[in-house]
């Protein structure tokens, strides 16, 4: 028996009951009937109550919670990682670039102030590093750092030791330059400095053919003169540098004469260290 016929079923028997409530009255004949449809109806209704409760009531559904979303992780944004900044030396005053560490090794290039060079190397050497000449691949020097400011990561470069000490090259060139005057006449000879290591003073010897007057003089300095006076001051004569020297005095003007003139310069003061004399004739 479906829902629908129970529920037409007991909607009769309410009609029934509510009538008898009434007390509607039916002809006489019909009682009978009346009655027999009663029963009836209340059997077929304790069986549709029987039959009701044998089904199982539905439960209603639940309804289905939807499934919690994933909650966005957020990507975090990269970082990105900060460049190491390449070896490098900024120069804060001229400096001499040379073959190997110190004077006695030649000097290959010449790092001007501001100049900013690539390091390629440490050395075994206190104050030096191995830079790249700018712009000549692969030709590097030995540069001093005294006057470097030492920029970036220099531990990962390979280290170098110095080339053999090569023998020191004394030497110069001297040429007749002026007669200068003061108290008296001086012959004023110029030197260059042609070799490897720095002279730090200095005789010349002038002698006049004319009158076998000889004279001489010593120094610790190679200054260029005007008169009395200083014109440039040059204390030492470095590898590359010009310098004067004078012999003082001849108490008369030699112009004309023919002089034997001997320079001897020396790398230590007072003429001490290696020496070395060069000879020229002169005629002022």
Same mark, same amino acid.
């Given at each position: 028996?479906?829902?629908?016929?129970?529920?037409?079923?007991?909607?009769?028997?309410?009609?029934?009951?509510?009538?008898?409530?009434?007390?509607?009255?039916?002809?006489?004949?019909?009682?009978?009937?009346?009655?027999?449809?009663?029963?009836?109806?209340?059997?077929?209704?304790?069986?549709?109550?029987?039959?009701?409760?044998?089904?199982?009531? #539905?439960?209603?559904?639940?309804?289905? /919670?939807?499934?919690?979303?994933?909650?966005?992780? @957020? *990507? $975090? !944004? =990269?970082?990105?990682?900060?460049?190491?900044?390449?070896?490098?030396?900024?120069?804060?005053?001229?400096?001499?670039?040379?073959?190997?560490?110190?004077?006695?090794?030649?000097?290959?290039?010449?790092?001007?102030?501001?100049?900013?060079?690539?390091?390629?190397?440490?050395?075994?050497?206190?104050?030096?590093?191995?830079?790249?000449?700018?712009?000549?691949?692969?030709?590097?020097?030995?540069?001093?750092?005294?006057? #470097?400011?030492?920029?970036?990561?220099? /531990?990962?470069?390979?280290?170098?030791?110095?080339? @053999? *000490? $090569? !023998? =020191?090259?004394?030497?110069?060139?001297?040429?007749?330059?002026?007669?200068?005057?003061?108290?008296?006449?001086?012959?004023?000879?110029?030197?260059?400095?042609?070799?490897?290591?720095?002279?730090?003073?200095?005789?010349?010897?002038?002698?006049?053919?004319?009158?076998?007057?000889?004279?001489?003089?010593?120094?610790?300095?190679?200054?260029?003169?005007?008169?009395?006076?200083?014109?440039?001051?040059?204390?030492?004569?470095?590898?590359?540098?010009?310098?004067?020297?004078?012999?003082?005095?001849?108490?008369?003007? @030699? *112009?004309?004469?023919?002089?034997?003139?001997?320079?001897?310069?020396?790398?230590?003061?007072?003429?001490?260290?290696?020496?070395?004399?060069?000879?020229?004739?002169?005629?002022?």
């Amino acid at each position: 028996m479906t829902r629908r016929s129970a529920v037409s079923i007991l909607l009769a028997t309410a009609m029934v009951s509510m009538l008898a409530a009434c007390d509607f009255k039916l002809p006489a004949p019909a009682m009978d009937l009346n009655l027999s449809v009663t029963r009836t109806l209340e059997a077929v209704a304790t069986q549709v109550e029987a039959t009701l409760r044998s089904v199982p009531s #539905a439960t209603p559904s639940e309804t289905p /919670t939807p499934p919690e979303a994933d909650s966005a992780t @957020p *990507t $975090p !944004t =990269p970082v990105p990682s900060p460049i190491p900044e390449s070896p490098a030396a900024l120069l804060g005053e001229n400096t001499n670039c040379r073959t190997g560490p110190g004077t006695v090794f030649d000097q290959d290039y010449t790092a001007l102030k501001g100049a900013l060079l690539e390091i390629v190397g440490r050395t075994t050497v206190p104050e030096y590093v191995i830079v790249n000449v700018p712009g000549e691949s692969g030709h590097t020097c030995w540069l001093w750092t005294r006057y #470097a400011e030492l920029r970036g990561d220099l /531990t990962l470069l390979p280290i170098s030791t110095p080339p @053999p *000490t $090569p !023998t =020191p090259s004394v030497q110069f060139k001297l040429n007749y330059s002026y007669l200068e005057g003061c108290v008296g006449w001086d012959p004023g000879m110029k030197v260059v400095n042609t070799g490897s290591v720095t002279f730090r003073s200095a005789r010349i010897t002038a002698e006049d053919t004319v009158t076998s007057t000889t004279v001489q003089q010593s120094v610790d300095e190679f200054h260029k003169r005007s008169g009395c006076a200083i014109d440039q001051s040059i204390p030492q004569l470095d590898p590359g540098m010009t310098g004067y020297v004078y012999a003082n005095t001849f108490v008369y003007d @030699p *112009t004309g004469h023919e002089l034997e003139v001997t320079v001897k310069l020396c790398t230590g003061p007072g003429l001490s260290g290696t020496c070395v004399s060069r000879s020229i004739i002169a005629t002022p």
